[in-house]
């Protein structure tokens, strides 16, 4: 492959006298000045730079221009053109295809002093052209290696396609079904919080950053962004050291020591600061404690935004605060590359703290390979053959099979037999195309997801018979536009209605648009809306034998489907090949194996309603005999949620046995080795998440009722048992205190092992103190 040099001819004797060494291969040969060759290539090439060029390098701009036309004139983008060309833009966001990314970074690294290239970041959240189920979704599914293959899927097109950055996985705990970017993330527990994070960093990252095939990730957002007040995007987190530490930051720990090459803030303020001018976060936890080496970007405009919260009073004060705290790239804002200049010659900000920040992304782009060949991801045949290929399409219906959850399923409605029934399939998402991508696909095209109606079809040996009952909405929908729901028309309901008397069963897809979850995309209702809800009574009052198809991006308040409804597949928005996976699951080709990655509430008074809450002094499962109004509950509902975390059923059936410990007392560094037998005890072969829950009976803290810390998916054929086996250790027996430090401490606890949080079968063990 062609090896390229864009260094000016003017400073060849600067690299020449501070130790690079310019050949065609374009590799810097440099005194070791620190602790590996790209420490001592950065340093040297830190040397060369100017100011000005360092802060460039600290500085992200969109591209919001056509970059492969003519040079634009005045306004913004010809600022930009020209910070290109001085070497004062280390990054671009949102510009891909690998004509569209050559075109930029042949300005940075063939008109600018020093030709350092340009990291091409972009949101791949679950897969670039070609997409996985919504992240939630995978989630579901538990199975890390077909969550990591998912990443890699979206990292080899992305980086075919000119991109070298992903803005993912956003690794946010959230308890609170109303904020619209749960969609986005793994669900209420930091544990398997944290086993997703690291399995799509390695996923997107592979084993080696400078592979044609792999992007630098980002793990989003630093911190506690997850937990906004009422659910409501952007809002203030008000939470304690306790919750930080023990259930915020958890996943976000397992992403950096998984590798992942970048962290960006959050837009919320944590107790009062806003995270983007958290020293506390970004130096004293991130880059001290965790001696994190990769860099931190901030969110778009997020600087500058702390002068809107009342952190700062100026854009000038934010920049000093955001690079203090140690944010090291200005998405956007256009706030550094504006003050920190200033504020260095002035004495205001200190020149190590510039140099830190450029130090750490200079080595991203030296570990993707970047100085070797700017031009790595700019292959247009590859773009050609890797975007969209049948493999890829292939691995996203694997990933799409194994993120749905069979909710219930009475008298053994599903499977449907693949002969000799007549099927009604009602309501609009069964024929939409588009909804089903999914939020957060900017780079898919629209109309591009296969229907549920399409993917039934396939099955020949069936009448079906396909009404839409009444349209979602009243208008073509848009991803920045608020959506119009019908709210009004039921013209559809009659021609519905008489097909689902005609027929054996009724699947009916109902649930939310694509674009009613992610970004800006909060509820207070988390309802069916439009006019669902009638539609589905309707159905049920002329045919009992409905099964629910779900698809929506968050848990949703179902009780009354709950209730009645003696069939419910929940099948998220699967992404591209989304009817495919529901018609195979709904046949029985696949038989699901998804667990709850999120508790559902039973309606939305609930919330927040998850399975590892505290016991308080007047617990929600009082005592038999106790006052029964003076106790944690509501008056008007069950205080549990209507399917908890990690339910999920099988077209089989599973039982556990024999949950074994090897001994009942053990020392505080000592392996607590627990066994359990599980048998398919029913007519399929399945699949089933065998999880370990555990309970610190009394600490320094108080703990919760249960803790997920360990689980398998486990294959067995009908009639078949195995012996899932765990270890127990001081990784996972102990917790971090107020002031995060993290403690193992002597105690009593239970064991709790089943097919969901809700786990009956249990042992007891205790930790002894290993002075004793």
Same mark, same amino acid.
Request: with cysteine.
């Given at each position: 492959?062609?090896?390229?040099?864009?260094?000016?001819?003017?400073?060849?004797?600067?690299? &020449?006298?501070?130790?690079?060494?310019?050949?065609?291969?374009?590799?810097?040969?440099?005194?070791?000045?620190?602790?590996?060759?790209?420490?001592?290539?950065? +340093?040297?090439?830190?040397?060369?730079?100017?100011?000005?060029?360092?802060?460039?390098?600290?500085?992200?701009?969109?591209?919001?221009?056509?970059?492969?036309?003519?040079?634009?004139?005045?306004?913004?983008?010809?600022?930009? $053109?020209?910070?290109?060309?001085?070497?004062?833009?280390?990054?671009?966001?949102?510009?891909?295809?690998?004509?569209?990314?050559?075109?930029?970074?042949?300005?940075?690294?063939?008109?600018?002093r020093l030709g350092i290239p340009l990291i091409i970041g972009f949101d791949v959240i679950h897969g670039y052209k070609t997409l996985s189920p919504i992240p939630l979704a995978e989630s579901a599914s538990w199975d890390m290696e077909a969550i990591k293959r998912s990443a890699e899927v979206g990292a080899a097109e992305a980086s075919a396609s000119g991109i070298n950055w992903t803005f993912a996985p956003m690794v946010d705990v959230s308890r609170d079904p109303r904020w619209g970017r749960v969609m986005e993330g793994g669900g209420e527990d930091p544990f398997l919080g944290s086993k997703i994070a690291m399995a799509r960093v390695q996923g997107f990252q592979g084993d080696d950053l400078s592979?044609?095939?792999?992007?630098?990730?980002?793990?989003?957002?630093?911190?506690?962004?997850?937990?906004?007040?009422?659910?409501?995007?952007?809002?203030?987190?008000?939470?304690?050291?306790?919750?930080?530490?023990?259930?915020?930051?958890?996943?976000?720990?397992?992403?950096?020591?998984?590798?992942?090459?970048?962290?960006?803030?959050?837009?919320?303020?944590?107790?009062?600061?806003?995270?983007?001018?958290?020293?506390?976060?970004?130096?004293?936890?991130?880059?001290?404690?965790?001696?994190?080496?990769?860099?931190?970007?901030?969110?778009?405009?997020?600087?500058?935004?702390?002068?809107?919260?009342?952190?700062?009073?100026?854009?000038?004060?934010?920049?000093?605060?955001?690079?203090?705290?140690?944010? +090291?790239?200005?998405?956007?804002?256009?706030?550094?590359?504006?003050?920190?200049?200033?504020?260095?010659? /002035?004495? &205001?900000?200190?020149?190590?703290?510039?140099? +830190?920040?450029?130090?750490?992304?200079?080595?991203?782009?030296?570990?993707?390979?970047?100085?070797? /060949?700017?031009?790595?991801?700019?292959?247009?045949?590859?773009?050609?053959?890797?975007?969209?290929?049948?493999?890829?399409?292939?691995?996203?219906?694997? $990933?799409?099979?194994?993120?749905?959850?069979?909710?219930?399923?009475?008298?053994?409605?599903?499977?449907?037999?693949?002969?000799?029934?007549?099927?009604?399939?009602?309501?609009?998402?069964?024929? /939409?195309?588009?909804?089903?991508?999914?939020?957060?696909?900017?780079?898919?095209?629209?109309?591009?997801?296969?229907?549920?109606?399409?993917?039934?079809?396939?099955?020949?040996?069936?009448?079906?018979?396909?009404?839409?009952?009444?349209?979602?909405?009243?208008?073509?929908?848009?991803?920045?536009?608020?959506?119009?729901?019908?709210?009004?028309?039921?013209?559809?309901?009659?021609?519905?209605?008489?097909?689902?008397?005609?027929?054996?069963?009724?699947?009916?897809?109902?649930?939310?648009?694509?674009?009613?979850?992610?970004?800006?995309?909060?509820?207070?209702?988390?309802?069916?809306?439009?006019?669902?809800?009638?539609?589905?009574?309707? $159905?049920?009052?002329?045919?009992?034998?409905?099964?629910?198809?779900?698809?929506?991006?968050?848990?949703?308040?179902?009780?009354?489907?709950?209730?009645?409804?003696?069939?419910?597949?929940?099948?998220?928005?699967?992404?591209?090949?989304?009817?495919?996976?529901?018609?195979?699951?709904?046949?029985?080709?696949?038989?699901?194996?998804?667990?709850?990655?999120?508790?559902?509430?039973?309606?939305?008074?609930?919330?927040?309603?998850?399975?590892?809450?505290?016991?308080?002094?007047?617990?929600? /499962?009082?005592?038999?005999?106790?006052? $029964?109004?003076?106790?944690?509950?509501?008056?008007?509902?069950?205080?549990?949620?209507?399917?908890?975390?990690?339910?999920?059923?099988?077209?089989?059936?599973?039982?556990?046995?024999?949950?074994?410990?090897?001994?009942?007392?053990?020392?505080?560094?000592?392996?607590?080795?627990?066994?359990?037998?599980?048998?398919?005890?029913?007519?399929?072969?399945?699949?089933?998440?065998?999880?370990?829950?555990?309970?610190?009976?009394?600490?320094?803290?108080?703990?919760?009722?249960?803790?997920?810390?360990?689980?398998?998916?486990?294959?067995?054929?009908?009639?078949?048992?195995?012996?899932?086996?765990?270890?127990?250790?001081?990784?996972?027996?102990?917790?971090?205190?107020?002031?995060?430090?993290?403690?193992?401490?002597?105690?009593?606890?239970?064991?709790f092992v089943g097919g969901s949080s809700d786990a009956q079968l249990q042992d007891s063990f205790t930790l002894l103190d290993s002075k004793l």
């Amino acid at each position: 492959m062609k090896k390229y040099i864009f260094l000016p001819v003017l400073v060849v004797s600067i690299f &020449t006298i501070t130790g690079f060494n310019i050949n065609t291969n374009r590799n810097m040969s440099v005194k070791n000045t620190g602790n590996d060759t790209i420490t001592a290539k950065v +340093d040297s090439l830190l040397q060369l730079m100017t100011l000005e060029e360092k802060v460039g390098q600290m500085n992200q701009y969109n591209g919001s221009w056509d970059v492969t036309g003519p040079t634009p004139k005045g306004g913004d983008a010809e600022t930009k $053109m020209e910070h290109l060309r001085k070497g004062w833009v280390g990054s671009m966001l949102t510009v891909r295809g690998a004509k569209e990314v050559r075109a930029v970074q042949k300005i940075a690294v063939e008109e600018s002093r020093l030709g350092i290239p340009l990291i091409i970041g972009f949101d791949v959240i679950h897969g670039y052209k070609t997409l996985s189920p919504i992240p939630l979704a995978e989630s579901a599914s538990w199975d890390m290696e077909a969550i990591k293959r998912s990443a890699e899927v979206g990292a080899a097109e992305a980086s075919a396609s000119g991109i070298n950055w992903t803005f993912a996985p956003m690794v946010d705990v959230s308890r609170d079904p109303r904020w619209g970017r749960v969609m986005e993330g793994g669900g209420e527990d930091p544990f398997l919080g944290s086993k997703i994070a690291m399995a799509r960093v390695q996923g997107f990252q592979g084993d080696d950053l400078s592979k044609i095939n792999t992007i630098a990730a980002t793990a989003k957002h630093f911190a506690a962004y997850g937990f906004a007040e009422a659910g409501r995007e952007y809002n203030k987190v008000d939470i304690g050291t306790a919750t930080l530490y023990n259930i915020v930051l958890p996943p976000f720990k397992a992403a950096k020591e998984a590798g992942v090459r970048s962290f960006m803030n959050g837009f919320n303020e944590l107790n009062g600061v806003p995270v983007t001018g958290s020293k506390l976060l970004l130096r004293d936890i991130l880059k001290d404690k965790w001696d994190f080496k990769g860099f931190v970007i901030s969110d778009w405009a997020s600087i500058a935004e702390l002068t809107i919260h009342g952190y700062a009073k100026d854009d000038n004060q934010a920049a000093e605060l955001a690079a203090k705290a140690g944010v +090291d790239m200005d998405m956007e804002s256009g706030v550094y590359i504006k003050h920190l200049v200033g504020l260095v010659k /002035d004495g &205001t900000v200190s020149e190590e703290v510039i140099d +830190d920040a450029v130090r750490r992304i200079l080595r991203v782009k030296f570990e993707l390979g970047l100085f070797d /060949d700017p031009y790595k991801y700019c292959d247009k045949a590859r773009e050609k053959v890797v975007v969209g290929s049948k493999e890829n399409h292939e691995a996203v219906l694997d $990933m799409a099979k194994k993120s749905i959850v069979l909710l219930k399923n009475e008298n053994s409605l599903l499977p449907l037999k693949k002969k000799g029934q007549t099927i009604a399939l009602i309501g609009a998402l069964a024929s /939409d195309d588009n909804s089903p991508l999914g939020s957060w696909r900017i780079a898919s095209d629209d109309n591009t997801a296969v229907s549920v109606l399409e993917g039934m079809k396939k099955y020949t040996d069936n009448k079906l018979i396909f009404e839409k009952g009444a349209d979602l909405l009243t208008q073509a929908p848009t991803f920045i536009n608020e959506l119009n729901f019908n709210t009004s028309d039921k013209s559809g309901f009659p021609a519905a209605i008489e097909a689902a008397k005609k027929a054996d069963v009724v699947v009916l897809v109902l649930g939310e648009h694509g674009f009613q979850s992610g970004e800006g995309r909060s509820r207070t209702n988390l309802d069916l809306p439009g006019v669902q809800q009638e539609l589905m009574e309707k $159905m049920y009052e002329v045919n009992p034998n409905v099964v629910l198809v779900l698809n929506n991006g968050r848990p949703l308040a179902i009780e009354w489907a709950a209730n009645h409804i003696p069939a419910i597949v929940e099948a998220w928005q699967l992404g591209t090949e989304s009817g495919n996976a529901i018609a195979q699951v709904l046949y029985g080709d696949y038989n699901p194996s998804g667990k709850l990655p999120m508790s559902f509430p039973r309606n939305v008074g609930q919330i927040p309603v998850y399975y590892n809450h505290k016991n308080t002094g007047r617990p929600i /499962d009082p005592e038999p005999g106790a006052n $029964m109004v003076f106790w944690s509950h509501y008056s008007d509902v069950k205080s549990t949620p209507l399917y908890p975390f990690g339910y999920g059923l099988s077209y089989t059936n599973f039982s556990y046995s024999n949950l074994k410990l090897d001994k009942k007392n053990y020392g505080v560094s000592e392996e607590v080795k627990v066994s359990v037998n599980v048998t398919n005890t029913g007519n399929y072969d399945g699949k089933e998440v065998v999880q370990l829950y555990i309970r610190d009976l009394y600490g320094s803290l108080v703990r919760p009722v249960r803790e997920l810390k360990g689980f398998e998916l486990a294959a067995l054929k009908k009639g078949e048992t195995k012996t899932i086996q765990f270890i127990l250790n001081k990784e996972t027996l102990g917790f971090y205190n107020a002031e995060g430090e993290y403690v193992v401490e002597p105690g009593d606890f239970k064991v709790f092992v089943g097919g969901s949080s809700d786990a009956q079968l249990q042992d007891s063990f205790t930790l002894l103190d290993s002075k004793l």
